[in-house]
C-alpha cells in the first residue's frame, strides 16, 4: 500500500536525540540575523543593509532523571566546569508515525552553559523527576 498524506505527517512528540536516550522535551531553536550597514559603494551617505551572521539562541533539553542515566551528561558538565574542550554536536532526529527520520536537525558546537538537577512534577497522578541542561549552540544545519 502506497504511502499517503496521513503517514508523512511529522510528530512533534516522535523525536530521538543522540546527547541522551532519555530526553522527553527539547525547546524552540531561535536563530536572529542581525542587520549590518552597508554603502552601495559610491555615495557612502546613503545607507543600506546587509544581512549579517544568524545567531543562535540557548536550547533547553529535558530528560528524566534515573540513577545511571546522567552519568554522561554530568561528565560532560565536568569536563565544560573543568575548562576543557567540551563542544560537541547533537543530532536531534524527528519520526513519523512508522518511525521514519522525516526532519534532522545537526546543532553544531554545543557547550553547555547551565544544568538544572533536579525538578518535580506530578501529571495525570505520575509523579516525575527531571533533569534540564542548556547548551549554547553555534550553527544549525537541516540535514533533511
Known sequence: MPATEADKHIFVNNFKVDL?????KVSAINMTIPKIPATTGNDVRCKTWRPGRPQFGN????GAEHKEGVK????WLKTAHDGGDA???ITVDI???K???VRSFNLMRCLPVAYHSVDFGSQGGVHTMNWSVEVR????EIAK
Open 20 to 24: 541522551h536516550g532519555d530526553i522527553t
Open 72 to 75: 554522561t551528561i554530568r561528565q
Open 59 to 62: 536550547i533547553t533539553f529535558t
Open 137 to 140: 549552540v553555534q550553527r544549525v
Open 99 to 101: 518511525g521514519e527520520v
Open 95 to 97: 519520526h513519523n508515525q
Open 87 to 89: 563542544r560537541k554536536d
